[in-house]
Protein backbone atom coordinates (compact mmCIF):
# COMPACT_ATOMS: atom_id res chain seq x y z
CA UNK A 1 0.00 0.00 0.00
CA UNK A 2 1.17 3.70 -0.56
CA UNK A 3 -0.17 6.62 0.62
CA UNK A 4 -1.11 9.46 -1.21
CA UNK A 5 -3.07 11.07 -3.98
CA UNK A 6 -3.08 9.04 -7.75
CA UNK A 7 -1.43 11.52 -10.40
CA UNK A 8 1.32 12.81 -8.36
CA UNK A 9 4.12 11.42 -10.07
CA UNK A 10 4.65 11.74 -13.85
CA UNK A 11 4.87 7.65 -13.64
CA UNK A 12 1.31 6.80 -13.02
CA UNK A 13 -0.99 8.42 -15.85
CA UNK A 14 -4.30 8.02 -14.72
CA UNK A 15 -7.07 6.85 -17.09
CA UNK A 16 -9.81 5.20 -16.17
CA UNK A 17 -12.08 5.89 -12.99
CA UNK A 18 -14.94 3.78 -11.10
CA UNK A 19 -16.74 4.85 -7.94
CA UNK A 20 -17.98 2.14 -5.77
CA UNK A 21 -21.62 1.61 -5.88
CA UNK A 22 -21.65 2.82 -2.23
CA UNK A 23 -19.82 5.77 -2.75
CA UNK A 24 -16.80 5.26 -0.04
CA UNK A 25 -14.32 4.73 -2.88
CA UNK A 26 -13.08 5.33 -6.02
CA UNK A 27 -10.84 3.15 -8.17
CA UNK A 28 -8.34 4.59 -10.46
CA UNK A 29 -6.03 2.38 -12.98
CA UNK A 30 -2.54 4.09 -13.85
CA UNK A 31 -1.36 3.21 -17.25
CA UNK A 32 2.35 3.53 -16.84
CA UNK A 33 2.84 2.57 -13.42
CA UNK A 34 0.86 -0.33 -14.13
CA UNK A 35 -1.48 0.03 -11.16
CA UNK A 36 -4.68 0.25 -9.95
CA UNK A 37 -5.41 3.52 -7.18
CA UNK A 38 -8.21 2.95 -4.62
CA UNK A 39 -9.02 6.42 -2.84
CA UNK A 40 -11.27 6.87 0.19
CA UNK A 41 -13.85 9.60 -0.55
CA UNK A 42 -14.30 10.89 2.92
CA UNK A 43 -10.86 11.47 3.39
CA UNK A 44 -9.58 12.01 -0.58
CA UNK A 45 -6.62 9.54 -0.15
CA UNK A 46 -5.15 6.86 -1.67
CA UNK A 47 -5.54 3.86 0.78
CA UNK A 48 -4.07 1.35 -1.68
CA UNK A 49 -2.17 0.65 -4.81
CA UNK A 50 -2.62 -2.44 -6.08
CA UNK A 51 -0.19 -3.93 -8.90
CA UNK A 52 -2.34 -5.10 -12.23
CA UNK A 53 -0.50 -6.00 -14.51
CA UNK A 54 0.30 -4.22 -18.05
CA UNK A 55 -1.03 -1.17 -18.89
CA UNK A 56 -4.39 -1.20 -17.32
CA UNK A 57 -7.02 0.54 -19.17
CA UNK A 58 -10.04 1.02 -17.39
CA UNK A 59 -11.90 -0.03 -14.68
CA UNK A 60 -15.30 -2.02 -13.80
CA UNK A 61 -17.73 -2.49 -10.38
Known sequence: ??????????????????VAPDGRSVHVSNFESDTLSVIDTATDRTVATVPVGDGPTGVAH
Open 1 to 18: MSAGRPGATDRTRPNGLA
